[in-house]
């Protein structure tokens, strides 16, 4: 009795294209759920003035998105993220891209020092607020009595890292940098390991040095990197809400850590005025599209990345 082998029935276009919709039905299901449909609602509250106290709606219009414009506490808000920014998103960068040069050499234990810089990227958002809350405090704070050791006194109209209106923010700002370091260097890590080896041996040959390795290797190697780097990282500025609701409470001192999260949130559980909040939230999310959109064709023109 001989096997028989029967080859196997291939299956028709239409029917792959209808297991193919099966499969990736599950993961759209849960971004209409949870993506597309809360855009769309929040596009029609934009569009209302909608009291959350009776559950009665009226037709506004653009009226919202006009307070928006001419809104002062919206434009502090914009400014106050934007000075976040210019802190977290230089130093993360900067950061990351040092600490992923230095764990690229082969040093003993690099697993552990890995996973000892990521370790804050998994830490909970309050637990780690306040810690640093605690470090920041006058006088009392770690940081404070550090410098006090080293012969660094404050004077007694000192309020603090977070009371100094110029300081809060990039206090913050420098909370977030130890936070997301490792994590961005993993990044970095990933893209330096799939540089092609051959490079650096024809490099050698050529006499090149360090910078022209990195100026002509490791830089192209890391440009899909440093454009998902930085994407990220305007994001996390334009989403930054837990850290300011605990080291702040109020978005003090004097609104010099008021940002756009934590101006809608204001509109939504102290104002009760959704139709602004929506607005502001639909102008944010718009422009946050643009600049996504601007930013990833500037640096892919820069670095020549396709």
Not at 66 to 79: K, Q, T
Not at 206 to 221: E, R
Not at 253 to 275: C, E, K
Request: glycine residues 6%; neutral net charge; charged residues 15%.
């Amino acid at each position: 009795m001989s096997d028989q082998y029967t080859e196997p029935e291939l299956l028709r276009p239409k029917t792959r294209v209808r297991e193919s919709y099966l499969f990736v039905a599950p993961a759209l299901a849960v971004i209409v759920a949870f993506s597309i449909i809360p855009i769309i609602w929040v596009l029609a509250v934009s569009l209302e003035r909608f009291n959350p106290m009776t559950a009665t709606a009226q037709w506004a219009g653009l009226r919202s998105y006009l307070d928006v414009l001419e809104s002062p506490a919206v434009w502090r808000a914009v400014l106050n993220t934007g000075y976040f920014g210019i802190f977290y998103i230089p130093l993360t960068l900067a950061g990351s891209w040092l600490l992923a040069l230095l764990l690229e050499r082969p040093v003993r234990g690099r697993p552990i020092l890995q996973a000892i810089f990521c370790a804050p990227a998994v830490m909970p958002v309050v637990g780690m607020a306040l810690v640093w809350r605690a470090a920041y405090e006058p006088m009392s704070g770690s940081i404070d009595r550090m410098l006090y050791l080293i012969g660094i006194d404050h004077s007694l109209s000192w309020s603090g890292w977070l009371g100094e209106p110029y300081l809060a923010m990039p206090s913050i700002a420098l909370m977030c940098v130890w936070r997301d370091l490792g994590w961005f260097s993993l990044l970095f890590l990933a893209a330096l390991s799939r540089a092609p080896r051959d490079s650096y041996d024809l490099a050698d040959l050529d006499g090149a040095g360090a910078w022209d390795k990195f100026l002509h290797i490791k830089l192209p190697a890391c440009a899909g990197a440093i454009t998902l780097s930085i994407i990220l990282l305007v994001i996390n500025t334009q989403n930054l809400f837990q850290e300011i609701f605990v080291m702040s409470e109020d978005g003090g001192p004097a609104n010099w850590t008021l940002n756009v999260p934590f101006l809608v949130y204001r509109r939504v559980y102290t104002d009760y005025d959704w139709g602004h909040a929506a607005a502001l939230s639909t102008v944010i999310l718009a422009m946050s599209i643009i600049f996504v959109l601007i930013l990833n064709r500037m640096i892919k023109r820069r670095l020549n990345w396709t």
